[in-house]
């Protein structure tokens, strides 16, 4: 079980996305703010290594910032 424990899993949460020029991003600075293609209602995507595992909901509790998951994606074997 410890050699599962200590393989790496990179998790991704997609609140939305944005298609824009290169230079256009390259001019942006701190603080800039990207206009996402998503709505506050929209179910976010969950990737495991860049894999869809599960989608979810953006919850706010305080000043704390979470996702539950509301699916899971079923894969193929």
Request: hydrophobic share 45%.
């Amino acid at each position: 079980m410890n050699s599962i424990n200590s393989v790496p899993i990179e998790l991704t949460v997609v609140l939305g996305r944005a298609n824009m020029p290169i230079n256009q991003l390259l001019k942006m600075g701190r603080g800039a703010v990207i206009e996402l293609e998503a709505t506050d209602n929209d179910e976010v995507q969950i990737l495991a290594n860049n894999t869809l595992i599960a989608t979810g909901q953006v919850v706010v509790q305080g000043d704390r910032i979470a996702v539950s998951i509301t699916q899971k994606v079923q894969h193929a074997a």
